[in-house]
């Protein structure tokens, strides 16, 4: 009887013992498929802090123009919704004559900045206030909506008027040559008229507060109150700019892009 009792118990005590890893297995084995389903179907899962709080593997990207671009609220304020590509005169300080141009767009519902180069400014910086022969860039965000230029149009969706009447007159600010200057503009859309070639002279708000702003070929110095781009850098804007993208510059010093 004795003899009998113990084979019992180890027999029990054997199967209890198998059950036992039986259940352990079957736990672990559930854990790492609940793992790999969640790997599969691209659900971040997160690491725990020590407080049990789950935490993201990574921060997600911005994908607004006013956080990529770097813009205050005031400034994010002035682009229309209906804007798909914009470009940023990012001047380098309220009387440089150098700034950064950088073009953003609007891609899967997430603003990116597409390219950027270093152009000039007014030979006397910024200002809230442009007149006529002030020599300074007007602080604004304005639509674009017009081109042209000497040369044959580079491929833009935007109006192009090419035209020989696109040559510079007088001479710049500090005596460096304005040839091919015209080459290639873009007219910003401050104090004309929108639909008609850059080269019309019609000022809606009075010949004394200025006109002819344009983004156009640099000449490597300050100019009158346009924005110059290097010729590369018009080419692409003016490849990359459509009606159908609503498109605007938003210019001014880092200072008040940042406002």
């Not at 965000?141 to 969706?157: H, Y």
């Not at 809606?204 to 344009?214: D, H």
Request: net charge neutral; aromatic share 6%; glycine share 12%.
């Amino acid at each position: 009887m004795r003899v009998r009792r113990r084979r019992t118990l180890a027999v029990a005590t054997l199967l209890a013992l198998l059950v036992t890893m039986v259940v352990v297995w079957v736990q672990d084995d559930g854990d790492a498929g609940d793992a790999t389903a969640s790997a599969a179907s691209g659900t971040a899962t997160g690491r725990s802090t020590p407080s049990g709080t789950a935490t993201p593997d990574a921060a997600q990207a911005p994908t607004l123009l006013g956080d990529v671009a770097g813009l205050g609220p005031s400034t994010r304020a002035t682009v229309p919704a209906t804007t798909t590509r914009a470009v940023v005169v990012r001047g380098d300080g309220p009387q440089a004559t150098t700034a950064s141009i950088e073009l953003y767009e609007l891609t899967d519902g997430a603003w990116r900045r597409a390219a950027s180069w270093r152009g000039h400014l007014g030979a006397n910086g910024w200002t809230d206030n442009h007149h006529e022969g002030d020599l300074r860039t007007p602080v604004g965000t304005f639509t674009l909506t017009d081109a042209g230029g000497r040369l044959a149009d580079p491929g833009t969706k935007l109006a192009y008027h090419r035209s020989s009447k696109f040559v510079p007159t007088g001479t710049s600010v500090f005596g460096d040559s304005l040839a091919g200057s015209f080459d290639y503009v873009i007219a910003i859309d401050f104090n004309r008229l929108k639909g008609v070639s850059p080269l019309d002279s019609t000022h809606p708000l009075g010949n004394q507060r200025g006109g002819g702003i344009w983004l156009h070929v640099d000449h490597d110095g300050p100019t009158h109150g346009c924005v110059s781009v290097p010729r590369a850098g018009m080419r692409a804007l003016l490849r990359a700019l459509s009606p159908a993208d609503h498109p605007v510059v938003i210019m001014g010093d880092k200072a008040r892009l940042a406002v």
